[in-house]
């Protein structure tokens, strides 16, 4: 069966319920296809101890502030789920789940949306899949011949999880650094954190608020021709949140550099010296989750879609939402993305009207 309608948004997390809030407000019909079974996009699969990086108020999709969570500064993971749970009913938001969406194809002057639940066909089509389904894990000489467990970030849930157990952590980025501070309190746990290089962590005062302004600076400076101002980077790397602020001021947290290989009980430096490992925990970050858009040949050598605003150049019908920075100033976080959303559905309203 084939439906019809102005605009598909494939994603019904941050990126999805924004971008309808604005569509909804702009009165086009449109639907969006949530392969979750339940509302709150990624959240509802983080770990138990995990945090917002700024206060409820600065935390807020377009329209409908966030609430505040009683005792809390930073909300948990489990409050975001809940609230855009909220969201979606308050604006009855048109979310049809779950739908998977396999392939996103040209059809004539139209897209065709190929998914497990039949094909819908429109006129735009906005991508909002984020990156938490693409995980990220590097290849590391001996991964195969370790003997331990291996998870990335996305199977992580708690330090219980790995009492009595020697743990190696890998990244020096936010995850990492939070894993790792989960996981160091616990006297059970051996634990051992790798890192690139060095940890930098930002100012104790900065959070969310300071990041959005860092990334929006940054995109004005390129978009005015002036020089890159580094944004977010050119602060460090880890946001000094209480756990990890905790855990490094009382020396727990202390790096060591990547290692060259793992072995099959644990891992190898360059100068042979060895730590046993039970389980390896891969902090590694994540890649776009774009393979539903293969069949557009939109992908450069480097996988990379060249966007334009928020259009993809070589297919202006299609929109990407909430990727990272290079689809708008901090459009993976809540605080972001809803600037971007309004931009992406002003495009297609502008298109779709000509």
């Not at 039949?118 to 089509?125: F, H, K, P, Q, S």
């Not at 989960?182 to 900065?206: E, F, K, M, N, S």
């Not at 976080?333 to 971007?340: F, W, Y």
């Amino acid at each position: 069966m084939t439906q019809h309608t102005d605009v598909v948004v494939i994603g019904g997390g941050q990126a999805g319920l924004a971008a309808g809030y604005h569509l909804r407000r702009r009165g086009l019909d449109f639907v969006i296809l949530d392969a979750q079974a339940q509302a709150g996009g990624a959240w509802q699969h983080a770990w138990d101890s995990l945090h917002l990086f700024s206060p409820a108020a600065y935390s807020s999709l377009p329209g409908r502030p966030m609430p505040v969570q009683p005792g809390e500064t930073y909300p948990d993971a489990g409050h975001v789920v809940r609230y855009l749970t909220d969201y979606e009913q308050r604006y009855e938001l048109p979310v049809r789940r779950p739908v998977r969406v396999e392939a996103v194809r040209r059809d004539g002057g139209l897209l065709r949306v190929e998914t497990d639940c039949g094909t819908w066909r429109a006129r735009a089509v906005i991508s909002a899949t984020g990156t938490w389904w693409r995980p990220f894990i590097p290849a590391v000489p001996g991964q195969d011949n370790f003997t331990g467990r291996q998870l990335h970030t996305t199977g992580y849930r708690r330090p219980s999880d790995f009492a009595g157990q020697r743990v190696v952590v890998v990244g020096g980025g936010n995850s990492g650094a939070q894993i790792a501070a989960d996981l160091a309190p616990h006297g059970g746990i051996d634990l051992t954190w790798v890192t690139q290089r060095p940890p930098r962590y930002l100012a104790d005062d900065i959070d969310g608020r300071a990041l959005f302004d860092a990334a929006s600076a940054r995109r004005r400076a390129l978009d005015e021709g002036r020089s890159d101002t580094g944004g977010v980077a050119s602060l460090g790397d880890i946001v000094a949140v209480p756990p990890v602020r905790t855990a490094r001021d009382a020396g727990l947290l202390k790096a060591q550099p990547m290692f060259q290989q793992l072995t099959p009980d644990g891992v190898q430096w360059n100068d042979g010296t060895t730590a046993p490992a039970d389980a390896v925990v891969w902090c590694t970050g994540f890649r776009p989750a774009l393979s539903h858009l293969a069949p557009l040949g939109l992908r450069g050598t480097r996988g990379h879609i060249a966007i334009e605003g928020t259009h993809a150049v070589g297919e202006p019908r299609l929109h990407l939402l909430g990727y990272g920075d290079w689809t708008g100033p901090a459009s993976a976080t809540l605080i972001g993305i809803g600037r971007t959303a309004r931009e992406a559905v002003h495009q297609i309203a502008r298109q779709l009207s000509a």
